[in-house]
């Protein structure tokens, strides 16, 4: 199952790559364009992902072939940097959109950095206290069956999200009632809202399978 998935998602991304690929040339590499943060944040989450995939194929290959404890707690601390990456890629993103939806408030900067840096070190020391517990199947997944580090993580992540879901909403209404809302400023409340359903539904939706 592991080495199916892994196989899977690099299929997905490199669907992804493909799709999207004109637009990335259109938007991010002509015009001489200058490389600012978000387009570093960009192209680092769409060719980081990538590389990680491939990393993981690799990675999930060898475990399913020559299965092993070390081997299972490779596997799982590779998976959990690239999701700990990634997912911190994507709320420096969000954050971005929304310190500049205030006007760059260099209090709300410090606010930002203060929750993503708590969120990290709280799952990290989790996850720290919780690894020699683990216990993995034959086929390197966990079943163990209490895993702190992923209730911190998961907890962190949605307080992160809730904090700038509630900080866009807020920004869309006063922007309405006063009559200076843009389509701009819709585009990130509705963006900002499919972003924080997608993240806080996934893990409902694979715990129920």
């Known amino acids: 199952m592991l080495q199916y998935a892994s196989y899977g998602g690099l299929a997905l991304a490199l669907c992804e790559l493909g799709l999207t690929l004109r637009g990335?040339?259109?938007?991010?590499?002509?015009?001489?364009?200058?490389?600012?943060?978000?387009?570093f944040l960009y192209l680092f989450s769409r060719y980081f992902a990538l590389v990680a995939h491939i990393a993981n194929c690799c990675l999930a290959t060898i475990v399913v072939h020559h299965p092993a404890v070390k081997l299972c707690h490779y596997s799982l601390v590779y998976r959990a940097?690239?999701?700990?990456?990634?997912?911190g890629v994507l709320d420096v993103i969000l954050m971005v959109r929304?310190?500049?939806?205030?006007n760059q408030p260099i209090s709300m900067a410090i606010f930002f950095v203060f929750l993503l840096v708590g969120k990290v070190v709280s799952a990290a020391v989790a996850t720290y206290q919780g690894f020699p517990?683990?216990?993995?199947?034959?086929?390197?997944l966990v079943i163990s069956k209490s895993q702190p580090a992923t209730a911190f993580f998961a907890g962190g992540e949605l307080?992160?999200?809730l904090v700038i879901l509630g900080l866009t909403l807020s920004r869309h209404i006063s922007?309405?009632?006063g009559g200076?809302?843009?389509p701009l400023v819709s585009l990130v409340s509705r963006q900002g809202s499919i972003v924080f359903a997608a993240i806080t539904g996934s893990p409902l939706v694979a715990y129920a399978f």
């Open 159 to 161: 307080v992160l999200q």
């Open 180 to 182: 200076w809302s843009t």
């Open 98 to 102: 929304v310190y500049a939806l205030y």
């Open 133 to 140: 517990h683990l216990r993995f199947s034959p086929s390197c």
């Open 24 to 39: 990335e040339i259109q938007y991010i590499w002509s015009n001489g364009r200058r490389f600012r943060l978000v387009r």
């Open 175 to 177: 922007a309405a009632r």
């Open 81 to 87: 940097v690239v999701a700990f990456t990634m997912l």
